[in-house]
Each structure stands twice: as structure tokens, then as C-alpha cells.
């Protein structure tokens, strides 16, 4: 399949110099700070933007992540959010007019336990009263849909069933990034690389500037979206945010026929598994446990969710490790990302997706985009904000669901 | 995998251990008194700095004894396990440890 992938022109956005003001600063060149920026552009005309990153473009963790879109949430909010991100989705290459082989696959989430089984099944009609599609497959019909799964008693963890998103995906992540960042381009945002915001200049608890190791800019609006990084700059700014930063791994195999045409899942042993359209089966675990900027993780992760993968799917037994890396994810204290507006005026933030900001990407970059424009949230994230953390109204969807990605 | 010392039975597996997030940080003495933005510090603001960190953690599969660490957030370096109850040790960034 990797000859749908589009003929590449040498540059798909224009690598300017570095003014010395804009009406609005983005840090950070990932999905989220890309997104922000188009959306600045598109939605509300504002194009006298830059988006500056320490390193290249689309070299974060949206260079690492395993791609799954889906919205099968708990909570009503988080629901409704995430399935309006996969509504974006499902029209987004033809908006950007540049394919990023985004794929409907389907998602299957196993259940193990009877706990599972029972939260599945509340997590199914959730989705479906708040309008996102969701179905309960017994075991045989987790066969059915997918051969390769072993649903046999015998195992350490058996499969009771599964919960089922039909419109799920996969897309090709790094070209989404360059997707979004080739038409904010066209559309007149500064894209600068290689380029590390080092402080804030201030007025007050007003932003007046950014600085950088390529000199100072002038600006009054912030926008960060930086993942891992959040604390590190808000600090520099002089708020704090309650993320904790710590390292999600992956890995692939060789390439294969196609073997798995689907995404599989599990919680209760953390494992999530599909097979990229080059052929090389994709696979995540949960974040090793401690507070870490190394983008490395113990090994034993890797063991357990192999040793997992497995299990459930024998016919993996064949495949070999080629690749292992890991990013720097910034989780919150209840699992939803944070959108909205900081105590310093003019600094806005998205941060807080943890291990599942890559199908956020649309409604993450849509939404701090309203909120940079007008200085109030959007519909979809006014209650993604960080007061949410001093008025005790969290979105506490790690109580709720304690899925992840 | 790491070695934690742990200071009730020495070096372990990384694997026999839980990590409990930042060392000192006090239950507040009297909670009813605190306003929302203090008890929303205490309950969900932790210190995520990218470099030295006293944290706790619990040797689990072992003595299930829990215990104070300075660890390095970037190299993951343990510089110095101590009790609890005991203050920080004073370390320089640039010391050695244990990996
Ligand atoms: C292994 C792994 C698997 C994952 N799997 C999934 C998945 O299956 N589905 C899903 O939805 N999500 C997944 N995620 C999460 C997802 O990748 C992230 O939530 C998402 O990519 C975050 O996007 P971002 O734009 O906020 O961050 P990033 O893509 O990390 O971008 C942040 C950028 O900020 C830059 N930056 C940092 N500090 C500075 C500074 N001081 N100055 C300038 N620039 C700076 C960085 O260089 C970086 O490019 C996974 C993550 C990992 C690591
Ligand atoms: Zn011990």
C-alpha cells in the first residue's frame, strides 16, 4: 500500500526568517502547536503567526505515537470532545488536500475480567447515548472480526469480549503534521525550527514577548503546546501546571503481509497492536512509572507487553523487535487534556494529553485556537481548563475509564 | 533494569519497587483551613523539574518498607536512597550513583 503514499514536492512550507514581532506565537511544532496555527489562520484570519520548536518540525511525540484515533470515553465531556475530534478527522485529509492514509479500521478493546466486562458494557451505551458508535462483541464475535485473536480458555487472561468502534483509526502521522503545517504556511504562519523559547518577557502578569536562542520576539499572544515540556515552561512564565512528565515506549516489527487488518487492545495486560500500511506491526504499553524527561524506558515495559501480544495473538510469536523508542508524555492528574487560558494574560495552553494526544490533534489545535482569538474557550473546551483544578470540577477520566490512548 | 538500593535490604531489581511521587510534601496540619487554591496545590501540583527530585518509594515485592530517593528525572540515576522521616541529603547534580 505504501504506493498511495503522494509524490513528495521538495518543500511544503516555506522556511522564513524570524521577524522581530508577530500578533501570535505558538511553542511548539507538534500536531497541537501545527493544528493551533492553521486554525489561528483559517478560523479567524489570523496569519501573522510564528511556530517555533527546539527541534524539527513534527519531532516530538507526534513523531512517536501509535497513531489510534477513537472517542469511546466514559464521561459525557470527554465523549462528546474527542468524538467531535473524529468527526474533524473524517474530513480532514481532503480539507488539507494532502492524504495521511487516515484508516477506519476499527477498534477492539478486550475485556479480561468480570469488572471489565461489566465497565465495558456501561462504556458502550455511554458512547452510544453521546452520540459516539460503540458495540459489545462476545468472544465469537471477536473471532469472527478478527482471526488472529486467541479467545481460548487456556490462556493467563482470557478473552470475555470486547468493546468494538467501527470508525476508530490509524493515519500516517507525520504526515499529518506536515499537512497541517504545509497549509498554515500557505496561509502565511512563519514556521521556524531549530529554534528553543527560552523565557517570557513581561509586563506585569501581562506577556509582552518570547525569548529565544535566536533573539527576542515581541508578541501579546502565547500559545504553548509542548507536551512533555509544560512544566519546564510555564515555570519560565511563571504559572504552574499539575503534569507530570513521564515515558510512553513503542516499538515495531519487521515488515509483514497484512496480517492484522484492525486495531487490538487491551487495558487490563497493556497492550495496543496494528499493523501500519508499510507492513510493520505497530505496538504500545502503558508509561513506565516514574517522573522522566530521558524518552527511555525499562525494558521490562517492553518484555511485558510483548509477552502479552502474545498471548493474545500466537502468530505475533514469529515477529522480531526492530525498533524501540520512547517520548516524553505529560500526564494530568485526571487523564483530560488542559486547553485554555494560564494566570499570565495573553499565555494560553494545551498540554495534559498523555498518552493519547494524537487523535486530539484537530479539536486540540481547533480549540486553543478560538480561545487565543477571543480570550474565552470554545463550547468544547471550557471545561478542558486549568481552574478546573482549583474548583474540584474535574474530567476525571482515569477514574472513569482508566483507559488509555 | 535498575538497581534500587533499598535501604533496608540493599540492591534490588527495579521491578521490586513502586514509585509514590515527591518526597516531603506534608499532609496539610489543618486541612479545613486551607483555601481552594492551597488545597488544590496540595492535592494535584507536584514538582516535575527536569533534573534532581526527592521522590518516594515502596520496596513492594520485598520488604514493602517505604523510603525516600533522589533521582535524577533525565539519566534516572538513583543519587541517594535514606529513610523516611530524614531530610534531603545535599547532592550535587554531578555526582555519581547508582543506575
Ligand atoms: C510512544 C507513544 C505512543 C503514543 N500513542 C498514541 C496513540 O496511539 N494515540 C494517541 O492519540 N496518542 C498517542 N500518543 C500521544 C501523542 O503522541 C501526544 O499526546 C501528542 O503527539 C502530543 O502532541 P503535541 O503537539 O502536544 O506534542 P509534541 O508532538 O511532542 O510537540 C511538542 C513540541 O514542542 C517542542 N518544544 C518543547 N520545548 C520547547 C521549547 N522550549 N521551545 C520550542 N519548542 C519546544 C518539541 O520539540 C516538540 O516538537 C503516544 C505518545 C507516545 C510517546
Ligand atoms: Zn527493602
Known amino acids: ?405 | 533494569m535498575m538497581l534500587i538500593d533499598c535501604p533496608h535490604c540493599g540492591l534490588r531489581d527495579e521491578t521490586e519497587f513502586e514509585y509514590g511521587s515527591q518526597a516531603h510534601v506534608p499532609y496539610p496540619q489543618d486541612p479545613q483551613a486551607l483555601t481552594n487554591d492551597e488545597w488544590a496545590q496540595w492535592l494535584y501540583f507536584r514538582d516535575n523539574p527536569m533534573g534532581l527530585r526527592a521522590e518516594r518509594w515502596v520496596h513492594l515485592t520485598g520488604c514493602r518498607k517505604w523510603f525516600n530517593a533522589v533521582r535524577d528525572t533525565v539519566s534516572y540515576e538513583f543519587k541517594a536512597t535514606y529513610p523516611v522521616g530524614t531530610p534531603r541529603p545535599n547532592i550535587p547534580p554531578h555526582h555519581g550513583g547508582i543506575r
Request: net charge negative.
Open chain 1, 1 to 405: 500500500m505504501a504506493d498511495l503514499l503522494p509524490e513528495h514536492p521538495d518543500f511544503l512550507w516555506r522556511n522564513p526568517r524570524l521577524k522581530s514581532s508577530y500578533d501570535v506565537v505558538i511553542v511548539g511544532a507538534g500536531g497541537h502547536g501545527l493544528a493551533t496555527a492553521y486554525y489561528l489562520a483559517k478560523e479567524h484570519g489570523i496569519t501573522n503567526v510564528a511556530v517555533i520548536d527546539k527541534g524539527w518540525l513534527g519531532g516530538g511525540n507526534m513523531a512517536r505515537n501509535t497513531t489510534i484515533i477513537r472517542s469511546n470515553y466514559m464521561l459525557d465531556k470527554s465523549t462528546r470532545f474527542f468524538d467531535r475530534s473524529l468527526q474533524m478527522w473524517e474530513g480532514l485529509d481532503e480539507e488539507l488536500e494532502y492524504d495521511f492514509l487516515f484508516s477506519q479500521r476499527g477498534l477492539i478493546t478486550l475485556a479480561h475480567t468480570d469488572a471489565e466486562v461489566r465497565e465495558s458494557i456501561r462504556r458502550v451505551e455511554s458512547n452510544v447515548l453521546n452520540g459516539a458508535d460503540a458495540e459489545w462483541l462476545t468472544p465469537q464475535e471477536v473471532k469472527e472480526l478478527l482471526p488472529i485473536v486467541n479467545i481460548s480458555d487456556a490462556i493467563r487472561h482470557p478473552v470475555m469480549g470486547a468493546t468494538y468502534q467501527a470508525r476508530a483509526a490509524i493515519a500516517k502521522h507525520d504526515h499529518v503534521a506536515w499537512a497541517y503545517a504545509r497549509k498554515a504556511s500557505a496561509m502565511g504562519v512563519d514556521i521556524i525550527q531549530n529554534t528553543e523559547v527560552t523565557g517570557f518577557l513581561k509586563d506585569g502578569d501581562k506577556v509582552i514577548g518570547v525569548e529565544t536562542t535566536r533573539g527576542n520576539i515581541a508578541t501579546e499572544k502565547v500559545g504553548i503546546a509542548v507536551a512533555g515540556h509544560s512544566s519546564l515552561l510555564a515555570e519560565k512564565a511563571g504559572f504552574q501546571v499539575p503534569i507530570q512528565s513521564r515515558t510512553l515506549q513503542a516499538l515495531v516489527s519487521e515488515l509483514f503481509e497484512p496480517v492484522h487488518p484492525m486495531i487490538l487492545t487491551s487495558h487490563h495486560i497493556h497492550v495496543y497492536v496494528s499493523q501500519a500500511h508499510k507492513g510493520e506491526l505497530v505496538m504500545g504499553a502503558n508509561t513506565d512509572p516514574y517522573t522522566a524527561y530521558g524518552a527511555r524506558g525499562g525494558f521490562h515495559t517492553i518484555e511485558r507487553q510483548l509477552a502479552a501480544a502474545v498471548e493474545l495473538v500466537p502468530i505475533f510469536a514469529r515477529a522480531h523487535l526492530i525498533r524501540v523508542w520512547g517520548g516524553v508524555v505529560d500526564i494530568s492528574p485526571d487523564s483530560t487534556p488542559i486547553i485554555g487560558k494560564t494566570p499570565v494574560e495573553g499565555i494560553y495552553i494545551n498540554c495534559g494529553w498523555g498518552s493519547g494526544g494524537f487523535k486530539g490533534t484537530p479539536i486540540g489545535g481547533y480549540t486553543l485556537a478560538h480561545t487565543i482569538a477571543h480570550d474565552e474557550p470554545h463550547e468544547y473546551n471550557k471545561h478542558f481548563g486549568l481552574d478546573r483544578y482549583y474548583t474540584g470540577h474535574l474530567v476525571d477520566e482515569h477514574s472513569a475509564s482508566g483507559v488509555l490512548h
